[in-house]
């Protein structure tokens, strides 16, 4: 979806994402754009396998500028989670050891109410073919896990990038029903208006010969006016309807909307052939 909008607020907070020995620059750039689609902004690579800085993630990042410049890159993992007082590792897999393992949302929740005391957090994630070993696991202080298909459970790392984002971003809100921008108002149509579109439907229908038998008329007109009342129309959609039908009596198959466009006063063409 497009929207990026530089008029706007850029949000750039929260937890460093640290990627441990990434492979190829365009899942880099990839995971920059979901850090930023979310207010993620401090980018940090450890020992990233084509060097750095790498024109494949820039062009993958979809103008998440701002976090492909200000990444940072790290010979060793410790380096790169030295100056941090809180660490996630994200995985897949069980893992041997007697760390917690926390869904996405607690891990968000926890990471979000260290943010607010100023603790400089992260979180972990491994190479595209294999994670984290156990020995990296082991420098984090908690695990968390995806609630995904156990037999398929490997997630592209720009994926479990955007899962962590998103919940980062949530756990921020104060309303989780919240969104950024409402459908246009539209002002509910009078009984006046509902009624109108009743009689120029009707009338041009009986013009085509639509009640027959003549007989039936009263209740196909029931009928007919049970449909469109169902639902509570707007102005602006009793309006759509009402044009509809006057195109419908303007214009002909024989005499369609075209070169020879008829202009509104002249006499609507027979359409006598075409019922």
């Not at 069980?94 to 990471?111: M, Y």
């Amino acid at each position: 979806m497009a929207g990026t909008n530089s008029e706007r607020q850029l949000l750039a907070e929260g937890p460093a994402i640290i990627l441990v020995e990434p492979q190829m620059g365009e899942n880099i750039g990839m995971v920059a754009r979901a850090m930023a689609n979310f207010g993620l902004a401090e980018l940090r690579l450890v020992n990233p396998r084509d060097g750095w800085p790498n024109e494949k993630a820039l062009a993958t990042a979809s103008k998440a500028d701002h976090v492909i410049e200000a990444t940072k890159v790290y010979d060793t993992l410790e380096q790169a989670i030295a100056d941090l007082n809180f660490v996630y590792a994200t995985t897949a897999r069980e893992r041997d050891g007697f760390k917690p393992v926390r869904s996405p949302v607690i891990a968000a929740e926890t990471l979000r109410a260290k943010f607010r005391v100023g603790e400089g957090t992260g979180i972990l994630f491994g190479r595209e073919r294999w994670g984290l070993t156990n020995e990296e696991v082991a420098l984090a202080d908690e695990i968390v896990t995806f609630p995904v298909n156990p037999a398929f459970a490997s997630l592209n790392i720009a994926q479990a990038v955007l899962l962590m984002s998103y919940e980062w971003m949530k756990s921020g809100m104060e309303d989780l029903g919240a969104v950024p921008f409402q459908a246009m108002g539209q002002t509910p149509s009078t009984k006046e208006q509902l009624f109108g579109l009743f009689d120029q439907l009707e009338e041009a229908l009986d013009a085509r010969g639509y009640f027959h038998p003549a007989g039936k008329k009263p209740k196909m007109v029931d009928n007919l006016r049970a449909v469109l009342s169902r639902r509570a129309f707007t102005e602006q959609e009793i309006s759509v309807l009402r044009g509809v039908i006057s195109s419908l009596d303007r214009f002909s198959r024989k005499s369609p909307r075209g070169g020879r466009y008829p202009k509104a006063t002249e006499t609507p063409p027979d359409d006598s052939a075409d019922a």
